[in-house]
């Protein structure tokens, strides 16, 4: 568990929690979802204490469930928004034979390292307590970052510390909106290798759980963003009906709020429609390798008939020489078999010729 000061112009880890708030800035108190568990009754001592009421025993539960999907749920003292990130796991990066291909087995483990665990925060008007899996980078990526700014530096165009609990919580759910862009990359390689297997004609594609378990996953990723949108959508509802503030600075901290959770959910909605967007391309690509396989059997097929249809009559020739007559023509002349070879061999080009012609037996039919 990291615990944090925030203040307008200061960023400070603290040891412990401290026995009262600061004066100024607020409290940000990161923890890992099974530490969060072991500490919980100490952390709902000092929430007692400093902001005058508890997490409800509901939202503990919801803050250390690892299947909950994301939402957004409040009381009359604090917010709780949880928050499914999406994330390439670990060792994804190594998936690939080189910048450009991967294969049958790498995209397998493309789709079983995709990470939707979720992260809780419960937003007090002075507290900050988030709750993350025991491998998310979220809150020390944040604390190097907002240590840096607290030191003078720019960091990715960000310019002032978070001033209230609400405005580091939607910085941080923007920063795991766009951590899906490593994602991305991932799936759209993979279900581009998978794609050009399908329709290689050389290829003979038999790995269809591999194929069902990719347009799982992206059924799931769908899932996952719809409920994204859905409890930021509802964090906007709730902050449209917060009290105006009565000071001019007050307004304009609400007013940056709404404009960065409209900001949010717009990323939510871009990353949604590519979700759809890759899952889209993968039943076209279903459909164009029955397409393409339909079409050589049909060019199978055709060239089969085409052959049937140019010895047919050669096979009427020698049958009718082959019956069990004495005075049939040409049999009994020596040059009786090679005028009947001669005249299959000219019906057997003519017809040939005639079928290569129609385009019968070219290579692109």
Not at 110 to 125: E, K, M, N, R
Request: a negative charge.
């Amino acid at each position: 568990m990291r615990i944090f000061h925030v203040s307008a112009d200061r960023f400070t880890e603290l040891d412990s929690l401290p026995e009262a708030l600061p004066a100024t800035g607020f409290v940000w108190v990161g923890s890992a979802r099974r530490e969060f568990e072991v500490r919980a009754a100490e952390l709902q001592e000092r929430l007692q204490r400093w902001e005058g009421g508890a997490l409800v025993d509901l939202h503990v539960s919801d803050l250390l469930n690892n299947q909950l999907p994301s939402h957004y749920d409040y009381t009359s003292w604090y917010d709780l928004m949880v928050f499914r990130r999406l994330a390439a796991g670990a060792g994804s990066e190594k998936l690939f034979v080189d910048d450009e291909r991967g294969t049958l087995a790498t995209a397998r483990q493309a789709l079983s390292s995709i990470d939707t665990s979720p992260v809780g925060f419960a937003l007090f008007d002075r507290v900050l307590i988030t709750v993350h899996p025991a491998d998310c980078a979220v809150r020390d990526h944040f604390a190097q970052r907002l240590a840096s700014l607290a030191a003078g530096a720019e960091l990715r165009g960000s310019a002032r510390l978070p001033t209230n609990p609400a405005d580091l919580m939607l910085r941080m759910v923007n920063h795991m909106v766009d951590s899906y862009l490593d994602l991305r990359r991932l799936l759209t390689r993979q279900l581009g290798f998978l794609q050009r297997e399908l329709l290689n004609p050389a290829s003979r594609f038999h790995d269809w759980p591999l194929l069902l378990d990719a347009r799982n996953a992206l059924h799931q990723l769908e899932d996952t963003c719809e409920d994204q949108r859905s409890a930021v959508q509802e964090w906007i509802d709730a902050l449209d009906e917060w009290p105006e503030a009565a000071d001019a600075a007050a307004r304009r901290e609400h007013e940056l709020l709404r404009v960065r959770s409209r900001d949010v959910l717009e990323h939510i909605e871009r990353v949604l429609a590519h979700v759809r967007r890759l899952e889209q391309s993968a039943e076209n690509a279903v459909q164009m390798h029955f397409s393409a396989l339909g079409h050589r059997t049909n060019d199978i097929m055709r060239t089969l008939t085409v052959l049937t249809a140019i010895f047919m009559p050669l096979n009427l020739i020698t049958g009718f020489f082959g019956m069990n007559f004495d005075s049939l023509p040409l049999i009994h002349t020596a040059t009786g078999v090679w005028v009947t070879i001669g005249l299959m061999a000219l019906l057997g080009l003519g017809f040939g010729a005639f079928f290569w012609r129609k385009r019968y037996l070219s290579m692109r039919g």
